[in-house]
């Protein structure tokens, strides 16, 4: 790669880049959408040590421990992951770093993939710690860059924030070559690096002193920019903006206003708000989700125009900024274009079926939550992954969810109310409802195993389903400590599930592995771990379809219905299979789409279903 | 309002979650770059793509800010599948190009039997649509022996749009996908643009008078 060729780049691509250009040592991060192709681009680069870390907790202070050593270091992960990793994250503010610490928070307006719409812009504010944002690819490598000379320069780790639209849209970027950046000599010093009470008492004054620097240098670094408008004299509108925002406002507004782009975020430069301000009538403040400009300009008591006008929720667009700002859009374009978000396809026609996301066909999942819907009378309490869409139609398992983990811990707090409300009740035909809690390996390693341990520890009577498909799956994936590969595809320990649970002190008689695509295994193992009087786990250990050996293995094998026998029972829709409809009042499985996960073929009491066949070579019907 | 001088051009992709929109996306988006242009690309990762709908979005011009369209500024609407072509419909100009892939995914509330496929869509589109294009990709695919391929089909329609048969296509194709297929994709390729220029864009007269 050179500087001269520009190349189309998603965000992540160039945030990867741009940690590369930069010399970072060390890179850490956990999959989460839609920051997950940074570290997968990271890991492209043999230069950075680079990992997926079991969560984000893990991969932050990974990150924050090399960049303590006198690294340069890289955290990344999505903003929920970011909650999981708020606690090192304050205090890596107090302490600082001896090399540079960097950490990329993606966050999604609009929900694509995620379970709530957190603004974690201010979490720089809230951690005291300087707030870059990028508006698109080669930004994101410059600010990337950018943020480890500041954090160097500063004693800060840097929060670089991004959005999915940032992070997923490729744009041309122009790269450079990587800086050969040495290991920073550590130095002991307990006062500065090591926080008990009386050392934080006498490092919180040095954190306000260093933010207040901040707040100087933000009034002149060149990551703020203004943009003129074409016509200066014109320009009675100005805008603050920054990422994503900037793009949609400059497409509404293009060089008719005046704008001031806050590629560095926090600290607020304020001068320059003020100056700014000043220079224009009106005053509109343009971003996603929280009014977190505007409040700063508010708190200035600068006059302007934000929140009043532009809505909270979901994702801007060029037309949802026209609806706030542009009367005469308003009046004529509004109702018929009713301003949809750019999450898009949620307006056009309302009278067509949806196309919710669903298991896809052979997904090991699929013979769990059939056999879970002989229990529905039970509450199941599911995580984060692809088995979330088994609590959709037509499969409906699942009661409750709250994030990465909960499954076992809230489903466990759930059966203690359970039993509260059984020992009050007191009554002989309170029914014996369990809580099924529902895991997959990826994220039984990244924050179920402790939740696991509360509930032996507690003895808890409920089930808790381990679904192991090999692999970091929803994410489009990722290895993990149960894969038994590195980011980069290198062997690595395998960590076994069974014998991990199995140590912890789970007994035999309350520990199952079962084969998922077995529905009958399935089944049994459930009735006996629901009928133990205590905690029982039960691992379903099958690959998941997408793994191209899988997908290989079966491209030309398919199970078919035997349309005389099928009696319509729909007993196989109800899988919830994608391959499998009803046409002319019976059941018909797509050759292509299917699979041959056999799952059908087990629920099917008149046995109209048959296979799995293979599909002769020579099929072409040219 | 907007920039002096700028005008963008948008593809938006339509499909189901593992149709290949998104690498279709980027083989458009690498193909303009290469005709030098500004491009924004912008596609959606994670929940959605376990067939679920989906669309990518390809934006270029001397200058692209914004990488998603607002309702009515899409010049040619790919759909990679009929329903998803009447759910994006909106998007698209009312002098852009409709393309349309001849084939139906039912979704889930369809085959659980809590919605109907809806089935005069075509011909619906057909009369509102200014000009539209359908072909049978899948079945073309088919005949070739790889499924997979559809989407290079579906590129190699789009590709006859005006402004977009001088991008270096075939060097873009053989560059993105992976060696072993690059024949086949530049097969399917061609069998989509010699389609459309057989067929031509059918223009709705009643609509739009052209």
């Not at chain 2, 559809?150 to 048969?165: C, H, R, V, Y």
């Amino acid at each position: 790669m050179n500087d001269n060729q520009p190349i189309l780049m998603t965000g992540n691509e160039a945030i990867a880049r741009g940690v590369y250009e930069a010399g970072c040592h060390v890179s850490s991060a956990y999959p989460g959408t839609p920051s997950t192709e940074i570290q997968e681009n990271i890991g492209t680069y043999p230069e950075i040590y680079a990992e997926w870390a079991p969560n984000e907790k893990v991969a932050l202070e990974v990150a924050a421990g090399a960049a303590m050593g006198g690294a340069r270091a890289f955290a990344s992960m999505k903003h929920v992951g970011l909650n999981v990793a708020a606690d090192p994250l304050f205090t890596v503010a107090y302490t600082g770093v001896t090399g540079a610490l960097v950490i990329n928070t993606s966050d999604e307006p609009g929900m694509h993939s995620s379970q709530n719409e957190q603004d974690n812009r201010r979490y720089a504010e809230h951690a005291k710690i300087p707030l870059l944002v990028p508006s698109d690819s080669q930004e994101c490598l410059d600010y990337t860059k950018a943020a480890f000379i500041i954090s160097e320069e500063f004693d800060t780790p840097v929060l670089l924030r991004t959005t999915t639209r940032v992070c997923h849209s490729k744009s041309l970027v122009h790269t450079g070559s990587r800086a050969q950046i040495p290991i920073a000599p550590y130095v002991k010093n307990i006062r500065k690096n090591l926080m008990i009470p009386s050392h934080a008492r006498l490092k919180h004054p040095e954190v306000e002193e260093r933010l207040r620097k901040l707040s100087v240098y933000a009034e002149s670094t060149p990551l703020n920019r203004i943009i003129p408008s074409r016509n200066p004299e014109e320009a009675s509108i100005g805008i603050i903006t920054g990422g994503i925002s900037y793009q949609y406002a400059r497409e509404v507004f293009g060089d008719s206003v005046r704008y001031l782009v806050l590629g560095f975020m926090f600290p607020f430069p304020e001068n320059l708000i003020q100056k700014f301000a000043d220079s224009v009538d009106q005053l509109f403040i343009i971003e996603e989700n929280e009014p977190f400009i505007e409040n700063a300009c508010k708190r200035l008591g600068i006059a302007c125009l934000g929140k009043e006008v532009l809505p909270l929720c979901d994702e801007l667009s060029p037309d949802r900024i026209r609806a706030a700002f542009l009367p005469e859009f308003k009046d004529s374009e509004a109702d018929e274009a009713k301003i949809p978000s750019a999450s898009s396809n949620r307006i056009i026609d309302k009278n067509i079926p949806q196309r919710p996301p669903a298991l896809c066909p052979g997904c090991p999942h699929r013979g769990v939550f059939t056999a879970l819907a002989r229990y529905r009378k039970h509450v199941i309490s599911t995580d984060i992954g692809c088995y979330t869409l088994g609590a959709l139609p037509p499969l409906d398992a699942g009661d409750f969810l709250f994030c990465m983990g909960s499954s076992i811990s809230s489903g466990m707090g759930f059966a203690k109310a359970f039993q509260a409300a059984a020992a009050s009740e007191k009554s002989a035909e309170s029914p014996q409802r369990k809580v099924i809690a529902v895991i997959g390996d990826s994220t039984f390693f990244h924050s179920g195993i402790t939740g696991l341990i509360n509930v032996l520890y507690s003895r808890t009577p409920m089930v808790i389903l381990i679904l192991d498909n090999r692999i970091t799956a929803m994410t489009g994936h990722q290895h993990n400590p149960g894969t038994g590969k590195t980011l980069q595809g290198a062997d690595a320990p395998e960590i076994d599930l069974y014998n991990l649970v199995s140590a912890l002190g789970f007994a035999q008689e309350q520990l199952f592995q079962v084969n998922p695509h077995d529905l009958e295994a399935v089944r049994n193992s459930l009735k006996e771990a629901m009928d133990y009087s205590g905690p029982a786990v039960i691992i379903t250990k099958a690959p998941c379809a997408l793994l191209p050996e899988v997908k290989n293995s079966v491209k030309e094998t398919f199970y078919q219905v035997d349309r005389d026998i099928c009696i319509t029972c729909k007993a196989c829709i109800r899988t919830g299979c994608p391959a499998i409809r009803i046409t002319g009042g019976k059941s018909l499985i797509d050759p292509d789409m299917c699979a041959a996960c056999g799952v059908c073929m087990q629920v099917c009491k008149p046995g109209a279903i048959t296979g799995p066949f293979t599909r002769a070579k020579e099929k072409a019907h040219v | 309002m907007s920039d002096t001088a700028v005008i963008t051009t948008r593809i938006m992709l339509a499909g189901v979650g593992g149709q290949g929109t998104i690498l279709a996306a980027k083989i458009i988006s690498e193909a303009a770059a290469a005709a030098g242009l500004d491009v924004k690309m912008s596609e959606i990762h994670g929940m959605s793509q376990r067939g679920g709908s989906v669309v990518s979005h390809v934006a270029f011009g001397s200058q692209v800010f914004s990488p998603l369209p607002d309702l009515k500024t899409v010049d040619c609407l790919v759909a990679f599948e009929k329903l998803e072509a009447i759910r994006q419909y909106g998007y698209l100009k009312q002098e852009g190009l409709l393309i349309v892939n001849d084939l139906e995914i039912a979704p889930m509330p369809v085959l659980s039997g809590f919605a109907d496929y809806p089935q005069d869509g075509l011909k619906q589109l057909k009369e509102t649509a200014g000009r539209i294009l359908v072909l049978d990709a899948a079945g073309e695919a088919r005949n070739i022996g790889m499924l997979q391929v559809q989407n290079l089909i579906l590129i190699g329609a789009l590709s006859t749009f005006p402004g977009l048969e001088t991008f270096p296509w075939e060097e873009t194709i053989k560059k993105t996908v992976r060696t072993q297929f690059a024949e086949i994709n530049l097969k399917a390729f061609q069998i989509g643009k010699d389609l459309a220029a057989e067929t031509g864009h059918e223009v709705n007269r009643n609509q739009h008078g052209f």
